[in-house]
Structures are given as structure tokens and as C-alpha cells.
């Protein structure tokens, strides 16, 4: 991305059918989810290292770590107003290329 901005490498989406009431539930659900991992992160590593079944998968605490760093933090728990900027610049560009209809708008749960 340009101007320092990060790289959105995922997000959550929820259907807005389901209601506003419901909408906002699940967004602080996950909200408080990434909160709890966050203050517990030896405990998930530790959770999902011994979950893990695919050997082939080479799956070690150092990779894990690397990954939880750029996928659960911070940016993921709050979205920060550069990572607000990020997704709509990734829009922007998608709208732009022809891969998103021109209509296509991000919307933020409460």
C-alpha cells in the first residue's frame, strides 16, 4: 500500500439481514474474542499447537508466533484509523481494477 499504510490481510464480515441488534452482538463477540486471546496468547499458542494434526503442516511455537503477530493484534482488535484507510483504499483500487462492482462499499459493525 502507499502512504504507510498497513496491509489488510483479512477481516470479518457479517451479514447485515441478521439484523442490527444481532450485527452488534457478534461484532463485540469478536471483538472481546481477539481481546481474550490477545491477554492470553501463550495459552492459544499452546491450545492450537496441540490441536494441530497435520504433520506436514511443520507447524512450530516460532511460526505460530509469527503469524498470531500479523493476524491477531492490536489492528485486528480495534481498527485503528490507518487500518480503517487501508480497507478503503483496498476498495478503491478493487473498484477501480473492475474486480469490485463500483457499488461495493465497506460498512463497519458497531
Avoid at 464480515?13 to 496468547?41: D, F, K, N, P, Y
Avoid at 506436514?56 to 481498527?79: H, I, K, P, Q, S
Amino acid at each position: 500500500m502507499t502512504g504507510g499504510l498497513p496491509l489488510p490481510l483479512g477481516g470479518n464480515v457479517i451479514r447485515r439481514g441478521l439484523g442490527e441488534a444481532t450485527v452488534a452482538r457478534v461484532s463485540q463477540l469478536c471483538r472481546e474474542s481477539i481481546a481474550w486471546a490477545l491477554a492470553h496468547r501463550d495459552e492459544v499458542m499452546t491450545a492450537l499447537l496441540a490441536a494441530e494434526t497435520r504433520a506436514e503442516v511443520g507447524l512450530d511455537r516460532a511460526l505460530l508466533d509469527r503469524y498470531l503477530t500479523m493476524y491477531a493484534n492490536e489492528d485486528t482488535r480495534r481498527m485503528a484509523p490507518d487500518v480503517r484507510k487501508a480497507v478503503e483504499e483496498l476498495f478503491k483500487r478493487g473498484r477501480a481494477a473492475g474486480i469490485l462492482a463500483k457499488d461495493v462499499n465497506v460498512e463497519y459493525a458497531p
